[in-house]
């Protein structure tokens, strides 16, 4: 209970700075049989490569629909802006140790079939503006 007051408190004492943030949704759909492979990519390397350039993680998850929740991983980041997003994207498809991370991970084949990317800005009435 103390954990979600926590972070309820460090989303709205973020607000200011959130002014223009922009949030991008990202889905992945793997090839079968790769989803756990991908969410490990994610939990022991990915997100701290995201952390060194600027992109700040929201969450993630996979869908509760049964077909969907064997391949499918969905999650958001925040950047400061849009042309910040293009930057952190490029900065993030160069690093070396993500190269490493990606071509180690894949060394039995790729791992993601699909993906889709949206960005968007928060409405007013929003928590997250």
Known sequence: ??????V???LLSGLAFAQNRV??????TCYEGKLEALKVRFRDHTIAIFNRHGMESIG???PQDPEKSKNTLI????HPSLEAAQKNWDAFRADPEWLKVKADSEAAGPIVQKTESVYMTPMAFS???
């Open 8 to 10: 309820l408190f460090l």
């Open 60 to 62: 993630y998850w996979v």
């Open 23 to 28: 949030y991008e949704l990202r889905t992945y």
């Open 127 to 129: 928590v997250l503006k």
């Open 75 to 78: 999650y958001i980041l925040a």
């Open 1 to 6: 209970m103390t954990r979600r007051f926590l």
